[in-house]
């Protein structure tokens, strides 16, 4: 009679699971593959199976679709959309973490309240406060640049990543903080060589999230960049949406 | 002495330096535009004409004569109630199946992620009308087993899933904080259990969970607040339709803001929302006081 020893167990499980992972992981990424494979197919092949291997292969649909509408390339939009996120990413993260510090590891008067204040600027719905903040940006004279992007992310307003920090960090031991303090380190020293290297992974992830969204933002950057040279991808996506609906190859390969 | 007692001074104070950029940025770019926002609300303002002050004229129509916002109302919620605890269930067992040591776990994890990468945007929520068409790829699938198509987009009860399905999809930034989460538990406290004899499941609902409440209560915090401002899923797949089951409060916003132009009304409309999501908010954080775990105690 065999006998199952626990390692054998251990090992069917992880058998198991990755099996389930795999399977799964299919499911999760089809839709991908499939946007992928589309803008290879002809246009009427695309929605006839659910190969993801084209049965005769379109080339034109890329460079097509790198030559843009009107007057301005693809390469262009890419240069705007890094212009826009690459700053709004950095200073982001530092922002945040710098506020998230002060807010988990400090006592200090109205502390409570600057919370208070900042978790609920994570529930104001930005529909609320978009239209006052364009009249704003307009008197400023940032309308049409970057701007309106950049600046407050120098100034932490965006409430989630200082909550995440703060999070993060508060899972981290505060004894950690004071045998540096002993050792002679002053608050912000604790911070760049103690906590940092702690929370690598929340920074790695603040960094992820902030690219992310700026990358994908839709909504905002059409209401503060108006003229076509400065659109960054996500307007422009929009624009082909509008143009070319009925080349499907097309469209489908510019969301990519 | 005296010198003490002014380290402790500036001690006090440090805090505040560190939170400065916050303060300046919250007074700029969201205390004075949500006090203008305010103002607005209470006004006929629509871009073209003066505003001039109404009152309370705004919620008054709101709450008894404007059905789309009742209607809305309870699409939303329908919609959050759905979406949200679906979302997280997925992303902890997602994160927690890749949390273990296995072969080529960082591919999963990118596959996993690569759906999120892409985030809210257009491009993936036309993606997700093409998928789930009458003849789309997804009934294709099922017809395979011979299941009749299925009016993914069409049926009114339907179509508010099939956006949730699109957030769960989209479960990857849930997903990768849990995951972080559960790597900053201290290996020895399974070691120890395991050693009392503690089952897997036990495991579980006594270390895991309890350790990760805190990443648990931030992200449903952060996934309830946005689920109640969904936007761009409707907008695209289904633009609210049909029979307004898929209208949600954002896109009802949107339509009164940048649509009708009422700027007042839509403002109003937005204080609304965030009331309702201040509420929301609050009764998370207050019984989260029973639930949340911190390793500094708690205190705060």
């Known amino acids: ?256 | 002495m005296k010198l003490k007692h002014q380290r402790k001074r500036f001690k006090d104070y440090e805090g505040l330096l560190y939170i400065s950029p916050f303060i300046i940025g919250f007074l700029v770019f969201q205390l004075y535009p949500f006090i203008a926002s305010i103002v607005y609300s209470f006004t006929n303002f629509t871009m073209i004409k003066k505003p001039s002050f109404i009152g309370i004229e705004n919620y008054i129509y709101m709450f008894t004569k404007d059905r789309e916002f009742w209607g809305s109302l309870v699409v939303t919620f329908k919609y959050v109630l759905m979406a949200v605890p679906m979302k997280l269930i997925f992303a902890l067992f997602i994160a927690m199946l890749l949390n273990m040591k296995l072969k080529s776990i960082n591919f999963f994890r990118t596959v996993y992620y690569l759906p999120s990468i892409l985030g809210g945007s257009v491009a993936v929520a036309v993606m997700w009308r093409f998928l789930f068409m009458q003849d789309g790829v997804v009934n294709k699938f099922l017809g395979i087993f011979s299941i009749p198509p299925i009016g993914w987009l069409g049926n009114p009860d339907i179509s508010l899933y099939t956006i949730g399905l699109l957030a769960v999809w989209q479960f990857g930034s849930s997903m990768v904080l849990f995951l972080a989460g559960l790597k900053q538990i201290p290996e020895n406290l399974y070691e120890a259990s395991a050693i009392d004899g503690a089952s897997k499941i036990k495991q579980f609902f006594v270390i895991t969970l309890p350790m990760i409440t805190p990443i648990l209560l931030f992200n449903m915090v952060m996934q309830t607040i946005g689920a109640f401002q969904e936007f761009t899923g409707a907008f695209v797949i289904t633009n609210g339709g049909p029979m307004k089951s898929t209208y949600l409060y954002g896109m009802m916003l949107y339509n009164n803001a940048f649509v009708n132009f009422k700027m007042g009304y839509a403002s109003a409309q937005s204080w609304i929302l965030f009331i309702i999501i201040i509420i929301v908010t609050i009764i998370l954080l207050k019984s989260s006081k029973r639930w949340a775990y911190y390793e500094d105690g708690g205190d705060f």
Request: hydrophobic share 55%; proline share 5%.
């Open chain 1, 1 to 256: 009679m065999a006998v199952i020893t626990k390692n054998q167990k251990n090992s069917l499980t992880k058998v198991i699971v990755f099996m389930f992972l795999a399977l799964l992981g299919i499911v999760m990424i089809y839709p991908l593959l499939w946007l992928l494979s589309s803008s290879f197919k002809e246009n009427e092949e695309i929605f006839k199976s659910l190969s993801l291997i084209p049965e005769k292969f379109v080339w034109d649909s890329y460079s097509e679709g790198w030559k843009g509408v009107g007057q301005f390339g693809y390469s262009t939009f890419f240069a705007n959309t890094f212009k826009l996120v690459v700053p709004v990413t950095v200073f982001t993260v530092i922002s945040a973490t710098i506020v998230g510090y002060g807010f988990a590891r400090f006592s200090f008067p109205l502390k409570k309240f600057f919370f208070a204040v900042m978790m609920a600027g994570l529930m104001l719905p930005n529909s609320v406060i978009i239209i006052p903040r364009y009249l704003l940006f307009n008197k400023f004279g940032w309308l049409n640049s970057y701007l309106p992007f950049i600046v407050p992310a120098l100034f932490a307003t965006n409430a989630f990543f200082i909550f995440m920090m703060v999070q993060f960090f508060r899972g981290i031991p505060r004894e950690l903080d004071e045998a540096a303090t002993i050792d002679g380190c002053n608050s912000f020293q604790i911070l760049t060589r103690i906590l940092l290297p702690l929370c690598k992974p929340a920074i790695f992830s603040a960094m992820l999230f902030q690219f992310i969204w700026a990358w994908s933002d839709f909504f905002t950057p059409l209401i503060y960049i108006n003229s076509v040279k400065k659109y960054p991808l996500s307007l422009k996506r929009m624009l082909f949406f509008h143009f070319i609906f009925s080349d499907y190859s097309i469209e489908l390969k510019i969301f990519i």
